[in-house]
Nanobody, 122 residues
Framework: VQLQASGGGLVQAGDSLRLSCAASGRTFGNMGWFRQAPGKEREFVAVVRRSGNRAYYADSVKGRFTIFRANARNTVNLQMNNLKPEDTAVYYC??????????????????WGQGTQVTVSS
């Protein structure tokens, strides 16, 4: 199973970006995004369930980011609007099949993409 992420880049504060992650080989129960800023631990950003009807967000991105699945649910997209400098990080897509109560936990995911850099200038 491979996860291939794309869509990062350099933007200004207030701009938008869309990240995309395609899974080959299988469909995951949960597909999500995490991010890691320099000197910080990797943190949860957003996740969407297999059905595509349930999505969960970190408080820091709620109302600005939207996660959704496409292409027979093997692709997960993260639409990021009104980006802020504090959103600067390497973004990783992840796939897993864990329980709902652990959906924000890194250990809940067993497949990871290669990471894509998002840089937001002020």
């Amino acid at each position: 199973v491979q996860l291939q992420a794309s869509g990062g880049g350099l933007v200004q504060a207030g701009d938008s970006l869309r990240l995309s992650c395609a899974a080959s080989g299988r469909t995951f129960g949960n597909m999500g995004w995490f991010r890691q800023a320099p000197g910080k631990e990797r943190e949860f950003v957003a996740v969407v369930r297999r059905s595509g009807n349930r999505a969960y967000y970190a408080d820091s991105v709620k109302g600005r980011f939207t996660i959704f699945r496409a292409n027979a649910r093997n692709t997960v997209n993260l639409q990021m609007n009104n980006l802020k400098p504090e959103d600067t990080a390497v973004y990783y897509c992840a796939g897993g099949d864990g329980i709902l109560s652990a959906i924000r936990t890194i250990s809940n995911y067993h497949s990871w993409g290669q990471g894509t850099q998002v840089t937001v200038s002020s």
